[in-house]
């Protein structure tokens, strides 16, 4: 029990560190996809820890729902949601910065001392014999026994945020849906005939045709409106300056 | 080794995960957070299941998560919805409670 | 048809009107007062069969019982809503629905120009099905049901030309007062259910001896605060004048003929309580005579048409509580002159809604004279009721109070002298006061205001009078004939006692014919030889002054109740806004203050809440730690 240098040491040592340090950069980082990122780092970690621990279901179970399906929905809702002031890191309340930090020492100095102190007044069991006939059918076994009301509670609490969840996202249009005939009467009739044929698209042609590079007009000048508002307010976009052909040396022949 | 270094660990996500919750503003950075406290929850009963030799602890663990995923399912809705009505992810433009 | 599940119909019928025509609204208007009076009349046909009905059976089947349903069930005390139909109660049946339907055909026509004559006649069924309800109860929570009824159906129709605030206050005035009687009654209810655990008549009738006398004595004199408020008797009578506000049909049948004698039928229904409390008895017999001697002295004084025929019923009811109050002997004569006044005085009251109807609404008597050649059959059917009340032979009044005299006086001892003289007292003044309403109204020289037309009124009005005035000449006679009404109701009381004749019938017809004599004499000197001034004379004695204020009732009830209430509820106000509205102000002050205070932490953002939720837990694992140390 007191060994140093057991796999499992060994791995905690080294993820551990990690995991806290991504922690910490979630906090830090500026942009909310960075902070998924590392958030699902840490979440692999600890699927990693459980597994060590003996707790192969919930490991697996970890990945699938947390790095799976639950950071692809932070993504999904990241993407639609975009991005705006709310990303930068000045903190507009007087105060609470300093109070957060104080607290977060206090509690978490506080939570490690008391863990020190604490003793489950035994020796640590270990699951081989709760493990003995596999980890999911022992868990399989208190879930539809001590276990499986709870469990039906829970179908119904999924349903039900299930259906919540579609009538909070559900958008009920208010307004006429206006057709293609009309959209292409407004582009017409309003504002200026340059964009009736619809924007230019991003890129430089035959040089860089990523949607982050404003595209050049002929006088070599970058097109704004080439590129999608969301990716100017990110700051996001490139300089197609740098690909414009400043000079075209006429000396240079066209090599067969 | 022991596994107590597991809820040390657990303890410092849960502060970690705290503190974002106060110090952020971007609402899903701070559902984030919130994940991170819970898994850091989820920690310590996978490691109490070990200390004490029962699956219990596991199978508390694993209704959290359930209830965590109802929890983000809810939550980015509402996180939708108020971006769609105050085009907005600032959980600071939402104070309307003081008024 | 006649059975005992056919009692409910007669209450039925006009509370489906009351009701129907309450809920159908505008809709109603056209046809409503037919309805209402179909009801009316179907009640009435109803009520005639089933006295036929019972006059075939023998004297001790006569009584029919409905139970409707189970009202009150409570351990042992079990009260059904049941109706009991008995001798007692049919002679009101018949009085309540025969004279109620002829009221109704009259107001027809007089209310035919009244915008709300549809609620007119709602408020007209209501009262009948109330009526019926009081006097077909079988308990005394049943009657209650029923005297609250009637309450409400006169106030509102007392009140029916509201937008005038004067009759809107004759309207609160007649309702507040009658709730003073009303507490009573409920007082009344209390004490028999308290000492003999049942409220109906039956079983109150059966525990009697069981109950002791203070009990009973309390109980009579709780009736007789009941009876004295419905009825108009002293010292509850000051309403009776200002309910006159109502249309007239409304005076004629409620605050004449029916709702009025429920005092009447209340203390006769309860013979068997009085019959064994002699005190309660005693007082029954105080208040009536007061209040026959009170009615017929402001009776006097009114220049009123309605206040004059309103005082006269106030002192003709004193009679028949009087007479209820004499025990056995009395409490036939005393139903039996109900009934009688009950045609004569609706006659009269119809007769004066006639000639309202005639001359613009006037009611001052004094604006009148002369009317005999203008509306003959109103001056007849008027006369003919005249001469009921007064007494003359052969008219019914003669019988019926003749009968209450005669067994006043032969009360005997002191008692007997003292009321029958007052009784014969009273009988003078009744002469004096309605010789004078006749003489101001139909003789004598015209007073009238120049755009006044006198006309006989139309015959759906005038058909009614006649009716009732045909009641007045024979109901009398009728009843008394070889004992018929006085048998009648004979198996409803304990007359034990063997009543000796201490005057002889013959004296009695004498004295009172030479009473009203007098009064006729003195009125024909003041009122016929005499001129009659339009306008009341001002120069007249303290004396007259004091009548005319009606007997100081109203300064009186002033001086010992409005003005301590008012001082009461003053204090009360006060106290309120001082002690109680003081700390409920301090409360919400303190908690503005604390809450102005507390509102600093609020700053909206949610961010802060969990600083503050972060902030406690820390304290929480602070506070273990200090614990677990």
């Given amino acids: ?18 995991s806290v340090v991504a922690a910490l950069g979630m906090l830090l980082v500026k942009k909310a996809v960075h902070s998924a990122i590392l958030l699902a780092w840490v979440m692999v970690t600890l699927a990693i820890f459980y597994i060590a621990q003996g707790a192969l279901f919930l490991g697996i ?53 008391l863990i020190g102190r604490a003793t489950l007044g035994r020796s640590y069991l270990g699951l081989d014999i709760a493990n003995e006939d596999g980890n999911v059918e022992g868990i399989a076994v208190l879930l539809f026994s001590n276990y499986v009301f709870p469990f039906e509670v829970i179908s119904a609490l999924l349903i039900t945020a299930a259906v919540g969840a579609m009538v909070l996202a559900h958008h009920q249009r208010t307004n006429h849906r206006p057709t293609q005939r009309e959209q292409a009467i407004a582009r017409f009739r309003t504002g200026s ?15 860089h045709n990523a949607v982050d590079v404003p595209a050049l007009l002929p006088d070599g000048t970058p097109a704004p409106t080439s590129i999608s508002a969301t990716l100017k307010a990110r700051g996001d976009v490139i300089d197609s300056a740098k690909f414009q052909l400043d000079v075209v040396d006429p000396t240079i022949k066209e090599e067969k | 080794m022991n596994p107590y270094n597991y809820l040390y660990l657990a303890a410092l996500l849960f502060t970690i995960g705290a503190v974002g919750v106060v110090v952020r503003r971007n609402a899903i950075v701070v559902f984030m957070c919130i994940e991170l406290m819970l898994n850091a929850a989820n920690l310590t009963l996978v490691t109490f299941s070990r200390l004490n030799g029962n699956l219990n602890g596991q199978v508390v663990a694993f209704f959290t998560m359930v209830v965590a995923a109802c929890e983000v399912v809810v939550g980015l809705a509402i996180i939708v919805a108020i971006y769609r009505s105050r085009r907005s992810a600032s959980i600071d433009d939402a104070s309307l409670l003081k008024r | 048809m006649v059975t005992s599940s056919s009692l409910v119909y007669l209450i039925g019928l006009p509370l489906f009107g009351s009701l129907f025509l309450l809920l159908m609204g505008r809709k109603a208007d056209k046809w409503g007062h037919l309805l209402a009076t179909a009801m009316s009349a179907g009640s009435f046909a109803l009520g005639l069969a089933h ?72 408020y007209l069924n209501l009262f009948v099905a109330s009526m019926l309800l009081l006097v077909l109860g079988n308990s005394y929570l049943n009657l209650y049901v029923g005297w609250e009824g009637v309450g409400l159906a006169s106030y509102l129709l007392i009140g029916f030309w509201n937008q005038k605030p004067a009759y809107a206050t004759a309207s609160k005035k007649a309702f507040v007062m009658n709730r003073v009687g009303d507490m009573g009654l409920s007082f009344a209810i209390m004490i028999a259910f308290a000492t003999m655990g049942t409220v109906s008549f039956e079983g109150v009738k059966e525990s009697v001896e069981r109950a002791g006398t203070p009990a009973l004595t309390a109980m009579g004199i709780m009736l007789l605060i009941a009876a004295a408020g419905k009825s108009a008797q002293f010292p509850l009578q000051a309403w009776l004048g200002d309910a006159m ?42 208040v009536g005579a007061i209040t026959l001697i009170f009615g017929a002295v402001i009776g006097m004084a009114k220049d009123d048409i309605k206040k004059a025929l309103a005082a006269s019923t106030m002192s003709q009811i004193g009679y028949m509580i009087l007479a209820s109050g ?34 613009n609404d006037e009611v001052n008597m004094r604006k009148y004279g002369g009317l005999r050649k203008f509306m003959p059959i109103t001056f007849i059917t008027f006369g003919l009721g005249y001469l009921a009340i007064l007494g003359v032979p052969p008219f019914a009044g003669f019988y019926s109070k003749d009968m209450i005299i005669e067994t006043a006086l032969n009360a005997g001892g002191a008692k007997g002298i003292i009321l029958g003289s007052l009784t014969l007292i009273g009988a003078a003044i009744t002469a004096f006061y309605m010789t004078r309403v006749m003489l101001l109204t139909f003789t004598g020289k015209p007073r009238w205001d120049e755009n006044a037309h006198p006309h006989e009124s139309p015959a759906l009005m005038w058909i009614p009078m006649v009716i009732l005035s045909i009641g007045s000449v024979t109901s009398g006679l009728l009843l008394y004939r070889n004992d018929t009404f006085k048998n009648w109701l004979a198996p409803l009381f304990h007359d034990h006692a063997h009543h ?27 009122y016929h030889f005499k001129e009659v001034a339009p306008v009341a004379p001002e120069d007249v004695s303290w004396a007259t002054r ?44 303190m908690a503005i203050e604390s809450g102005s205070t507390l509102r600093r932490t609020q700053t909206g953002y949610v961010r802060a809440y969990a600083a503050l939720i972060f902030v406690g837990a820390l304290a929480l694992l602070t506070a273990i730690w200090v614990v677990t140390q």
Avoid: C
């Fill in chain 1, 1 to 18: 029990m007191l060994e140093i240098a057991t796999p499992e040491a060994v791995l905690f040592w080294v993820l551990a560190p990690l």
């Fill in chain 1, 193 to 207: 005939l340059g964009d009736a044929a619809g924007l230019p698209g991003p890129g430089v042609y035959a040089l």
């Fill in chain 3, 500 to 526: 000796e004749e201490l005057v002889p019938p013959i004296v009695v017809s004498a004295l009172a014919l030479t009473m009203v004599a007098i009064g006729v004499a003195i009125a024909l000197m003041k």
């Fill in chain 3, 546 to 589: 004091f009548v005319r204020n009606d007997l100081g009732q109203d300064s009186l009830n002033e001086t010992l109740f409005m003005k301590p209430g008012q001082a009461i509820t003053r204090g009360l106000v006060a106290m309120d806004e001082t002690v109680i509205d003081g700390a409920v102000r301090g409360v919400g002050s």
């Fill in chain 3, 245 to 286: 506000a109502g249309p007239t049909p409304v005076s004629a049948l409620i605050h004449a003929a029916t709702m009025v004698t429920a005092g009447v039928y209340l203390i006769v229904r309860s013979n068997f309580v009085f019959d064994a409390a002699p005190t309660a008895q005693l007082m029954v017999v105080i």
């Fill in chain 3, 51 to 122: 006295f036929f009905a019972m006059t075939d059976r023998p004297t001790e089947e006569r009584a029919l019982t409905q139970v409707l349903f189970s009202w009150i069930k409570v351990g042992d005390f079990n009260v059904d809503a049941a109706l009991l139909l008995d001798q007692l109660s049919i002679s009101f049946v018949l009085l309540i629905t025969g004279v109620g339907t002829l009221i109704h055909i009259y107001s027809i026509s007089y209310m035919a120009t009244d915008p709300n004559r549809r609620r007119f006649f709602a």
């Fill in chain 1, 61 to 113: 179970v970890q990945i699938v729902v947390y790095t799976g399906a639950v950071m692809m929905l932070f993504l999904f809702i990241l993407m639609l949601v975009g991005v705006d002031a709310s990303d930068s890191l000045v903190e507009t309340i007087k105060g609470l910065r300093w109070i957060a930090i104080t607290a977060a020492l206090g509690f978490g100095g506080l939570m490690i001392a």
């Fill in chain 3, 326 to 359: 004499l025990g056995p002997a009395g409490y036939a004569y005393a139903i039996m002159h109900l009934l009688t006044h009950g045609f004569f005085k609706a006659s009269m009251f119809l007769g004066a809604g006639s000639v309202m109807h005639g001359m």
